[in-house]
């Protein structure tokens, strides 16, 4: 369903820790998902991206999950960095008559502890 | 660089008077998309282009409407703007051959 939340989880790291950022999704039937980092008064910034058919991918510095049985979604990010603090927004592609339609999970805030 | 641009930055407009915000980009993506986002929330999907045909979210208000004259522009007009709708708007494109989305950098509205 729709995001609504009105309070933005937040996780604090140290710098130089691995942090893991978990999202649950809606709709079994998404077959597209997409993790996007956010910094105060920006636009979303594409960060990794992960079809159904697959279980984990990896990019750099960072790695999603993809649970289908669960129906959740992690992002992690190896060796945080102050440059990382930002709210990080998991996306699943919701395909109806139209074509496809992005919906956003509630955020997370990721502050990093120096 | 190829890209999703939004104009204007910031936008102040006062209570019930129109305003537009514009949306371009140079990607050459078939869909464009307008995401209302308010403070510690995530956005929310108001609309959507495919090419020409326009996509209205069943609980976006009528007091939003979109134009997209042409693949590179899409504009977003509030008819008459309340206070809640003081937020940033997000225009996105994405392709049907990559689905990825691309955010603009998003209009700030206040309403006075």
């Known amino acids: 369903g729709e995001s609504v939340g009105l309070h933005l989880p937040t996780l604090s790291v140290q710098e130089g820790d691995n942090s893991i950022i978990n999202c649950a999704y809606s709709?079994?039937?998404?077959?597209?998902f997409i993790w996007y980092k956010q910094e105060s008064g920006k636009g979303p910034q594409f960060i990794i991206d992960i079809r159904s058919n697959m279980d984990k991918r990896q990019g750099q510095r960072v790695t999603v999950l993809l649970n289908k049985t669960v129906k959740h979604l992690s992002l992690q990010i190896a060796a945080t960095q102050p440059g990382d603090s930002a709210v990080y927004f998991c996306?699943?592609?919701?395909?109806?008559?139209?074509?496809?339609?992005?919906?956003f999970g509630p955020g997370t805030r990721l502050s990093v502890l120096p | 660089d190829a890209m999703v641009i939004q104009n204007p930055r910031y936008q102040v407009t006062q209570f019930g008077k129109p305003v537009t915000l514009s949306c371009s980009q140079t990607?050459?993506?078939?869909?464009m998309y307008w995401y209302q986002q308010k403070s510690s929330q995530a956005p929310k999907l108001l609309f959507h282009y495919y090419d020409k045909d326009f996509n209205n979210e069943a609980d976006t208000p009528d007091n939003f409407q979109s134009r997209r004259p042409n693949t590179s522009f899409c504009f977003l007009d509030i008819r008459s703007p309340g206070l809640g709708d003081a937020a940033m708007y997000l225009c996105?494109?994405?392709?049907?051959?990559?689905?990825?989305?691309?955010f603009g950098s998003g209009t700030q509205l206040s309403v006075l």
């Open positions: 996105a494109t994405s392709d049907v051959t990559n689905e990825k989305l691309f």
């Open positions: 709709n079994s039937a998404s077959d597209y």
């Open positions: 990607l050459n993506h078939n869909v």
């Open positions: 996306a699943e592609n919701h395909r109806d008559n139209y074509g496809q339609n992005f919906v």
